[in-house]
């Protein structure tokens, strides 16, 4: 029984971990940060990076124009040596190295405006309950009650 839970638990994880996607997209590409995740159902960051994942979450939120707008749970994530190769429109060049790269299930919605909060400065991202980002104001209430939870 135990055996069955050791490695599963970032399955069963309420945790979304929250990140700002930019306005633009990757250097060169044709494709902003935004039209990755919501044309293509997908994400992907550094793999063994500091201050990123070690492994990708259960759940994905996305915040852009000062407000969360949406959370995905991860179906599925792959390591990939080349990003590029999975989008259209990318940019030719340079190895970016080994980066996670997310598929994305339906995109959970919250029923009122989630504002990032005075804790979420530009391109901070942070780990958040799930419910409390869909029971909170703001990203930053959010968090101050995971924190809270975890204690």
């Excluded at 990708?56 to 707008?69: A, E, V």
């Excluded at 990318?90 to 299930?105: K, R, S, V």
């Excluded at 391109?123 to 809270?148: F, K």
Aim: proline share 7%.
């Amino acid at each position: 029984m135990l055996e069955d839970l050791v490695g599963h638990e970032r399955v069963f994880s309420n945790l979304v971990w929250v990140v700002s996607l930019g306005l633009v997209g990757p250097t060169n590409w044709k494709l902003t940060w935004i039209d990755v995740v919501k044309k293509h159902s997908k994400y992907f960051f550094p793999a063994g990076a500091p201050r990123w994942p070690q492994v990708p979450p259960n759940y994905i939120g996305f915040r852009y124009h000062g407000r969360l707008q949406s959370i995905h749970h991860v179906e599925n994530y792959v390591v990939v040596r080349d990003v590029r190769e999975h989008f259209q429109g990318a940019e030719n060049g340079a190895d970016w190295g080994p980066h996670f790269l997310l598929d994305l299930g339906p995109a959970i919605v919250p029923n009122h405006e989630v504002r990032a909060g005075p804790r979420i400065r530009q391109s901070n991202h942070c780990s958040c309950m799930l419910d409390t980002l869909l029971t909170c104001r703001t990203i930053s209430d959010a968090l101050t009650e995971t924190e809270r939870r975890q204690k």
